[in-house]
């Protein structure tokens, strides 16, 4: 109808109306991609919010599973340097039944598991430009970047590490063995022949390497866990200014 009432303003000359035509024309399409970009905007934000409570109750979820595990591996470092402590300069000490373990237990040095599922499907459907909140996508760059460091180190460490406790069966023993039910785990208590271990040179250049094996480990996941605090005290925050904005 538009159309054809412009072909009859030709027709007529009618320079002005043809004008005017054209103007409403402009204006029409730009309302309508004005409208379109605005419909599409609001929809960005309704799934970049409803990723933002995914993440931080994926965050939430993932620094509760990991916790247990990264405070057993700290606890075995450190009475793994308190044995290294012993039996390097303490003559007079005797290894406590946790000082062996942590010896014995060296190799337990896989990484607690990082994966955040939101995080995940955004990245393999190409999607994470829908996260805009600046604060946001910066937290989610810096766990990326110290998760990628932790995976590598993790990787080196694999490759090298060696368990001592096979290595070196004469100077630890199993006393008893480790038990394994359906909801829990007993740990081994080994017995450590202390003066061997201090005259076996070799033994003692693997523990010392072994130990800084373990140092790493605990490093790295310290630093994953300090960027998953980072981001959900960054989530929580943008999830409750957003909250407040919608009131």
């Known amino acids: 109808m538009l159309l054809r009432r412009v072909i009859e303003h030709v027709k007529a000359q009618n320079w002005t109306a043809v004008a005017l035509d054209f103007v409403i024309v402009v204006v029409g399409v730009f309302v309508g991609l004005q409208v379109q970009q605005w419909a599409e905007e609001q929809t960005r934000k309704s799934q970049e919010a409803a990723y933002l409570q995914r993440l931080h109750d994926e965050v939430e979820t993932l620094i509760a599973t990991r916790n247990p595990i990264i405070e057993e ?18 003559a007079d000490a005797e290894l406590t039944d946790d000082q ?33 909140n600046e604060r946001v996508s910066e937290a989610l760059r810096s766990y990326l970047l110290t998760r990628a460091r932790a995976r590598d180190s993790q ?10 406790g096979p290595a070196y069966p004469q100077l630890m023993k199993v006393d ?72």
Not at 199 to 221: C, E, M, P, W
Request: charged residues 25%; proline residues 2%.
């Open 73 to 90: 591996r700290e606890k075995w470092h450190i009475e793994m340097q308190s044995a290294l402590r012993a039996i390097f300069s303490d």
């Open 155 to 164: 990787e080196q460490i694999s490759v090298l590490i060696k368990p001592l």
């Open 176 to 247: 008893t063995p480790s038990l394994v039910g359906a909801r829990a785990v007993t740990s081994a208590r080994f017995v450590c022949d202390l003066e061997a271990m201090r005259a076996d040179d070799r033994f003692l250049q693997d523990l010392d390497i072994a130990q800084s094996h373990v140092a790493f480990h605990t490093f790295d996941n310290a630093r994953v866990s300090a960027k998953l605090d980072e981001l959900q005290r960054v989530l929580l925050d943008e999830l409750g200014s957003s909250a407040l904005e919608a009131r």
């Open 100 to 132: 062996c373990r942590g010896i014995a237990y060296n190799y337990f040095v896989s990484n607690p598991t990082d994966h955040l599922g939101s995080l995940l499907e955004l990245q393999s459907s190409g999607r994470i430009s829908i996260i805009r």
